[in-house]
């Protein structure tokens, strides 16, 4: 059963310190999506990538948020410094695309990210 | 531009009884895809079902059901005989032809079964 894995699945820090999201996407896809789930903004795409390459960064706040594939099998999002405002739910998802184009998004379960 | 519009915030049901859940989607293209996505209480986006706008057919899996109308741009979800399993957020969400890379989530609706 192929699936998009996430770690951590949790992860609470201090406003300031450094966090690291990691992503798996289920074998054989190329397009990774990182997404942030609030209760105010709802769903909101960050930026995602297709065959390791960044085709879209335009939803993430440049200034302390990078993502990065350094392989095919893994997807990063970084936060540096956090602040508490960044307190959400990132989703990964993977899917297999081309062109503009993707076909089904499977998300990962996500991770619950909470600033202090 | 495209929305997804879902009126309904929350519906809390009893076991056993059929709910529908609505979903109302804008778009001017001729071509796209509509999907709906499930987020149980343990937080994951789990796909249901992704539809062509081609094909207008209803989908029937299990106890799931889907009824898609272009006349007045819906695709409502249906649950029958709903069980407390069932209790969850549900996002409808669209993408198009020319882009799908880009899905465009409704605010999904918050689905309560009670034993």
């Known amino acids: 059963d192929a699936r998009v894995t996430q770690t951590p699945r949790h992860k609470v820090t201090e406003m300031g310190q450094e966090v690291t999201m990691r992503c798996q996407p289920i074998l054989g896809h190329n397009t990774v999506f990182w997404y942030r789930q609030t209760m105010m903004q709802g769903l909101e795409l960050l930026a995602y990538f297709r065959n390791r390459a960044p085709l879209d960064d335009s939803g993430m706040p440049k200034d302390r948020f990078s993502a990065e594939m350094p392989d095919a099998t893994l997807a990063t999002l970084k936060i540096q410094p956090s602040e508490p405002r960044d307190s959400a739910v990132y989703f990964c998802a993977s899917g297999l695309g081309s062109g503009a184009n993707t076909d089904t998004q499977y998300f990962g379960p996500g991770t619950r990210l909470t600033v202090l | 531009a495209q929305k997804v519009t879902q009126a309904q915030t929350e519906i809390s049901v009893v076991e056993k009884e059929d709910v529908t859940l609505d979903c109302v989607y804008e778009?001017?293209?001729?071509?796209?895809?509509l999907f709906w996505y499930k987020q149980p209480p343990s937080g994951e986006l789990v796909f249901l079902i992704r539809r062509n706008s081609f094909d207008e057919q209803n989908e029937i899996s299990g106890r799931y059901s889907w009824n898609f109308q272009k006349s007045t741009s819906s695709f409502n979800f249906t649950i029958t005989a709903s069980q407390v399993v069932d209790s969850a957020v549900y996002f409808c969400a669209l993408s198009v032809f020319q882009n799908t890379d880009k899905l465009i989530f409704g605010t999904g609706t918050r689905l309560q079964v009670f034993p």
């Open positions: 778009t001017r293209d001729t071509t796209y895809y």
